[in-house]
Nanobody, 123 residues
Framework: VQLQASGGGLVQAGGSLRLSCAAS????????MGWFRQGPGKEREFVAG????????KYKDSVKGRFTISRDRVKDMVYLQMNSLEPEDTAVYYC?????????????????WGQGTLVTVSS
């Protein structure tokens, strides 16, 4: 499985971005998918996850109410709508496919990683 993330860029604080991630095969359609991020000098952390059928979602506390994850199982796509962006959201964002149908909220639960897309939020 190859994951291609896109949609990153430079945005001012308070602005919005929408990240997209395309999976190369339908092997992701029965697995949870999600987004992690790694800021400068920080470890990779969970941001948002969605179960195989979209029925369950989970978010990092600091992004609740600002970020929304969604997926299109037919197109093998996962999205992250990011609103009210803050400088602290600056990071490389990675999409991920979970090992199981449920949400992967730790790196150990991830089967495949995308290449990452850089999000920079200026103050």
């Amino acid at each position: 499985v190859q994951l291609q993330a896109s949609g990153g860029g430079l945005v001012q604080a308070g602005g919005s971005l929408r990240l997209s991630c395309a999976a190369s095969k339908r092997t992701s359609s029965n697995n949870g998918m999600g987004w992690f991020r790694q800021g400068p000098g920080k470890e990779r952390e969970f941001v948002a996850g969605i179960s195989w059928n979209g029925g369950d979602t989970k978010y990092k506390d600091s992004v609740k109410g600002r970020f929304t994850i969604s997926r299109d199982r037919v197109k093998d796509m996962v999205y992250l709508q990011m609103n009210s962006l803050e400088p602290e959201d600056t990071a490389v964002y990675y999409c991920a496919v979970a090992r199981r149908a449920l949400i992967a909220s730790t790196a150990r639960e991830v089967a495949y990683w995308g290449q990452g897309t850089l999000v920079t939020v200026s103050s």
